[in-house]
C-alpha cells in the first residue's frame, strides 16, 4: 500500500511550528477584544447558495474553488471559503441589528478553497478576520486597517505594505467598467485567455491580473477615481483622513479590486515583499450590497481575512529560520534519573512541579546519563535535576544550569519550592 499523506495542499501544523500559531493568534484575539471585537465561531459547512449569492457566481471561489458535496439528505453543502458571507448570514439569522451597532467580531479559524497547491496558497488554510456589521462610517474601515497592521506590527513584523483603493459602488462602478472595457478594446487579443474572459464578466479583475503583456496594457487606462459619484469620493477621503489620523502609512494602488463579488467603496490589501507570488498577507473592504444580496434589509460592512501561515511563513523569514529548524519545547526542567527507584522520585518530582505550573519532563527512553543531559539540552530545559542513587541516600539533588554550567546541590525536600521559584534560591 502507497504510504499515507495529508491530501493535497493540507499541511501539519507540528508541534515545533504550533507555538508560533498560538502567539499570532493570541496577538489577533489581544487586539480584536481591545477594539471592542467579540469572537464569532460559524460552522465550517454553510448551505452552499450562501456563498453563490454572497461571494459572487462569476468569481473564481465559486466557479471553480468550493469544496462542494450533497449532504445525505441531497442538500448541496459546501465547507466554507472564506468567513465575511458567514458572519452576514449570522448577522441576519439572529438579528443582530437590535443589537448596539455596529456589531463587530472576529474569527479564527479554517477556510477550504480548491486552489493550485504552492508556497502560501494551500487548499485547507486559516484565517483570522474581522467583520464590523451595521455602519457606512469610514472611520470604520480605517479602524479595520489599522486592526490588521496592528495585529502584524505586535508580532514583530515590518517590512509590509498597506495598499488602498476604493472600487466604487454599482452607481458609478458601471462607467468605470464600460471605460475600462473600451480602454483596452485594441488590445485584446494581447490580453491572456483569463483576461478575454474577464472582460465580459468582470473586466476590473483585468487590472490586478499578475501577467506582464496584461499589466502594461491595464497600465495605461485611466482609474476609476476619474469615475466615483460624489458618495464614494468623500466617503474615500473620510477613509484617508482617518488613516492619516493615526499615523498609517498606505499607497494608493488602483490595482487593488480584490477577487470576491461582494466588495463596495474601500477595497485593501497588505502585502509583504518576502512571501513571494502569494505576497498578499491578508485583505479586505467594505461590502454594502451583501446584506441584500443575501435577502436582508440594507446593511453596510467592513472587514478583513488575513491568513495565519503567511503571518507564520513571513515570521519566520524574519527571524531568519532554516527550513526544518528545530524549536525548544519549551519546558523548563529536565529530571535525569539513574536507576529505578530514582526514576520513581523523579517522575513524583515532575508530577509536584506540573502542578506548580513548571513545565518538565523526565526520560522516556532508558537513556543513559549523558543522552538524558543532551536530550535535555535539545528540549531547551534550563536547569537539569540529577536523581541517582546517591542523591536518595542523602535526599540531596544536584541541579544544573544549563546556560552556566554551574551546579548546586538542594535538598529534595525543598526542590519543587526552589524550582518553582518559591523557595531560597530560586532555580527556574
Ligand atoms: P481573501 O483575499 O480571499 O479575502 O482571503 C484573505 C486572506 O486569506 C488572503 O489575503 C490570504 O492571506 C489568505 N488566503 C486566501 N486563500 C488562501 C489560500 N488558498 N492559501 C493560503 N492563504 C490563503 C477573503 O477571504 C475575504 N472574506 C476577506 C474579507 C473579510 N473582506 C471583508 N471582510
Redesign the pocket.
Known sequence: MAELKAPRGTCDVLPDESDLWIRVEGVVRRVCRNAGYGEIRTPIFEHTELFERGVGAVTD?VEKEMYTFLDKAGRSITLR????APCMRAYLEHNLKTRPQPVKMYYIGP?F?Y?RPQS????Q?T?F???AIGSPDPALDAEVVSILVDVYRHLGLSGFVVHLNTIGCPRCRPRYKEALVKAVAGWVEELCSDCRRRLERNPLRVLDCKNEACREISGNVPTIFEFLCDECRSHFEGVTTYLKALGLAYEIDPRIV???DY?TKTVF?VVHAELGA?D??????R?DGLAEDLGGEHTPG??????I??AVMALKAARGDSPGAEAGTGIRVFVATMGAPARVEGFRLVKALRERGVPCDLDYMERSLKAQMKHANRCGALKVVILGEEELKTRVATVKDMSTGEQSQVALEGLVQVLSGDGPGTAT
Open positions: 471561489i471559503p472564506e468567513g465575511t477556510m478553497r486552489e502560501g496558497r494551500f487548499r488554510h484565517q478576520g474581522v467583520e480584490r477577487g470576491l466588495y490589501e502569494q498578499v498577507l491578508g485583505g479586505g473592504g461590502y467592513v472587514g478583513f481575512a488575513a491568513g501561515e503567511r
